[in-house]
């Protein structure tokens, strides 16, 4: 594996300048600033890319992605393009000699992440996917929960991630609803990456869906009332075989108005464990124990929900570095998205699906070795 040959900061550019650029742009420029040194970006806008340049006080403006990769400063690139373009952007950066962190999911398809990280082993750089809100408190706690036995081993799990789409507040809401897309290829890699360091790998899975509505009108800015073509399910439910014979249940929907289901639990011969919002960094962790009454919040009282994308493209510079995998290394994303793929194959053979692929051992657990 390449390291920093000095130990300096990992040296960054960014490709995509789209909703969440921002976000990731901000965080790195200034609260990962120590480990992480952004030297510009690119856009297949160019003006996209000169704007945030100017906005955030990169050193440079990239005319391209050529351009950005041919850069021999730049150590590492963060993709947040869409997703569809997420293997071809990829492997250009991979061929280019550079370490790859990409928003998820990790590809448009499994057979694609696979060929990735083969040509990233091939060049002998490391690739790593989002989600990341798994470094937050709320996992990070979770994850010490479970691992200091108090519920117990897990027999169960039950996921929901369900609203009415996302028509409401995105600008450019249609690819949500395109080939590739859905509320689990969207959404789902926050639910399954957490449930996955929680109870293990997923070796097999039952799926079933459906499309509810052919048509959906947009209500943001600046596409309000133009008309959408739902080209994929928007409501699908998955049943999960753990490695160790845990069952759980998925749900994502874009169909549904209100709901008051958990997020996230996970059932153990001891007690159970409720986990917030995995799209978020905080919110409350509860654990009730076989003989409690009452559920008990473990959460620190008063912390601020803030967003800390960008907690994974350090944890890849940390990798780079020390010369080892990141915890949030491409095996971890190949496995969320063949899980996903596979709910959704299995929904139309109307068949269980085997998984082939396995998570990495390494803990999501930031205080594990």
């Known amino acids: 594996m390449a390291k920093n040959s000095d130990g300096s900061r990992l040296t960054v550019g960014i490709i995509g300048i789209g909703n ?23 856009d297949i806008v160019p003006g996209r890319s ?10 440079n403006t990239y005319t391209s992605v050529a351009d950005l990769l ?69 996992q990070q706690l979770s994850l010490k929960v479970l691992k200091s036995g108090e519920i117990g081993k897990p027999v169960a799990g039950n996921a929901f991630m369900l609203c009415h789409g996302h028509e409401r507040w995105h600008p450019n809401p249609g690819f949500f609803y395109a ?23 997923v070796v097999s899975v039952q799926g079933s869906a459906q499309r509810t509505f052919p048509q959906r009108e947009i209500q943001s800015l600046p596409l309000r009332g133009s008309s959408i073509e739902v080209e994929v399910p ?30 996230l639990e996970v059932h153990g011969t001891l007690g159970s464990l409720s986990v917030p919002d995995p799209n978020r960094f905080a919110g409350a962790v509860r654990v009730r124990r076989a003989a409690d009454e009452h559920w008990e919040d473990l959460s620190t009282p008063g912390e601020e929900e803030v967003d ?32 996903m793929a596979a709910i959704e194959e299995s929904a139309q053979l109307g068949s269980s699906v085997t998984i082939k692929s396995r998570a990495p051992e390494r803990s999501l657990l930031l205080s594990d070795a």
Not at 22 to 36: P, W
Not at 72 to 85: D, G, M, Q, R, Y
Not at 183 to 201: C, F, K, N, R, V
Not at 234 to 263: C, K, M, R
Request: glycine share 8%; aromatic share 6%.
């Open 50 to 59: 000169a704007q945030a340049a100017e906005q955030w006080n990169l050193p």
């Open 70 to 138: 041919s850069d021999s400063a730049i150590e590492a690139v963060v993709v947040l393009t869409n997703p569809v373009s997420h293997f071809d952007v990829c492997l250009e950066a991979v061929r280019a000699g550079k370490h790859v962190y990409v928003e998820k999911p990790i590809c448009a398809t499994p057979t694609q992440a696979r060929a990735l990280l083969d040509q990233a082993q091939l060049f002998n750089v490391l690739v790593s996917s989002a989600p990341d809100t798994c470094f937050g408190s709320a």
């Open 308 to 339: 800390l994308r960008g907690l994974g493209v350090v944890d890849l510079a940390q990798a780079v570095h020390q010369g080892i995998a990141p915890r949030l290394g491409g095996e971890l994303g190949l496995h969320v998205l063949e899980v």
């Open 179 to 201: 080939a590739g897309a859905g509320p689990l290829m969207d959404m789902g890699p926050y639910y399954l990456t957490a449930m996955i360091g929680l109870m293990g790998s």
């Open 20 to 42: 969440i650029s921002e976000t990731y742009l901000r965080n790195l420029t200034t609260l990962y600033s120590d480990s992480i040194d952004v030297r510009g970006c690119a």
């Open 234 to 263: 928007t409501h699908i439910v998955g049943v999960l075989t753990f490695e160790d014979g845990a069952l759980a249940t998925i749900v994502t929907s874009f169909d549904v108005w209100h709901s008051q289901t958990p997020h």
